[in-house]
Structure formats: C-alpha cells, structure tokens
C-alpha cells in the first residue's frame, strides 16, 4: 500500500537549520503534490509547502524566506530544510501527499505518520 | 491570505446524534475545501474533498456541504470512534489554510 516515512533529526539547535526526508513507497512519485505540514505541541496544523516531481514548489507566504524543499525522484524522496529555526518550529512535522487530477487538487489522502521535531539548546 | 474559521471550537453530543461543524472563509473559495479527523494521538485523515465528495473508505454518516464561504460537515449519526479533532482546510490558493479545529467528544 502506499506509504509515506519521514526521517530526520528530532532535536534542533536555534539558529540552525531543520532538515526532514519524505520517503514514498507503493506509489509513483508523480502522482502526488508533496507537501509539507506541521503541528505544534497541542495546536492546530499549519501548511508549509508543496513540491512536485518537476521540482515546482509553492510556500507558505509566513515561512517562505525560510523554507527550501527539494525531491530526489531516483529516490522516491522529498526534502524539507527550514533554516534560522527557534523554539517556534518545534511541532511534529508531516508530509502528505495530494493527488491532481486535470489540475484540480483532491485534498491530501497520504499522510507519513509524522516526527516530532524539538528546537532547543 | 484568507483566514478561516470553525465554530464550535468544540462539541459534545450523545451516541447517535447528529452533528454538524461549520468552516467559514472570509473569502470565496469556490468549492476547494477538505475536511479532515484527527484522532487523539494520531494522523490526520481526509474525509471529504472538493466541499462535498466523500474520500474512499470514509463512513457515510459523514457528508459536506458549502460552496463559497461557508461550508458545513455532518455527521448523521455520531459513533464513539468519532471523537476526533476535526479540521477544515481551503487550497483554491495558497496557502492552505487549516481552519483551528473542532473538538468532538461523546457526552
């Protein structure tokens, strides 16, 4: 079944930057916009960004100086780098993906089971 | 950006009620919007896309409604496995907003 796997470090210093990997597994890697979410400690879920398999991304306007997303197709991967991080960024972070069909966007229907990412020194 | 909202912030309803969420854009968004249930705990899941089409697999007690800037999502008859925070999201643009979550537990 299709099945997304984020990885990465779960702590952070502030002032370094945050890096995540999206691993896709029993689906194309073109068949989804990947995005990227996040949801603080007893909060709500903010949207951070999507990238597709072109490398075409889109951001969230609040993060965008600080957000870089990349995709390694041979892979099956995506990236995340969030730079100058502070305690603010500290959330469980999700990607999920989202089908397009004849550009009309259908929700995100994959979700990883998301890592919690803690900035501290 | 286009801010939205939910109301209630959270509920609590007897087995077997009928509830209803409302998510509220305070611009047009046509029809794009999802809505998802989060369990304690747990991973979002998508219920409903495009304001009113059911995701595969999701129960048929839940059903959207809306277009514009007021949508609404059902739930017909409330089961204990429906305690969940329920999230509304917009994506006509970005971003893509998520409303602030509704809470339903069981009375």
Known sequence: QVQLQESGPGLVKPSESLSLTCTVSGTSISSHYWNWIRQPPGKGLEWIGYIYNSGNTNSNPSLKSRVTMSVDTSKKQFSLKLSSVTAADTAVYYCAGAPVYFGAWRGFDIWGQGTMVTVSS | ?107
């Open chain 2, 1 to 107: 950006d286009i801010q939205m909202t939910q109301s209630p912030s959270s509920l609590s309803a007897s087995v077997g009620d009928r509830v209803t969420i409302t998510c509220r854009a305070r611009q047009d968004i046509s029809n794009y919007l999802a809505w998802y249930q989060q369990k304690p705990g747990k991973v979002p899941k998508l219920l409903i896309y495009a304001a009113s089409t059911l995701q595969s697999g999701v129960p048929s007690r839940f059903s959207g409604s809306g277009s514009g800037t007021d949508f609404i999502l059902t739930i017909s008859s409330l089961q204990p496995e429906d305690v969940a925070t329920y999230y509304c999201q917009k994506y006509n643009v970005v971003p893509f907003t998520f409303g602030p979550g509704t809470k339903v537990d069981i009375k």
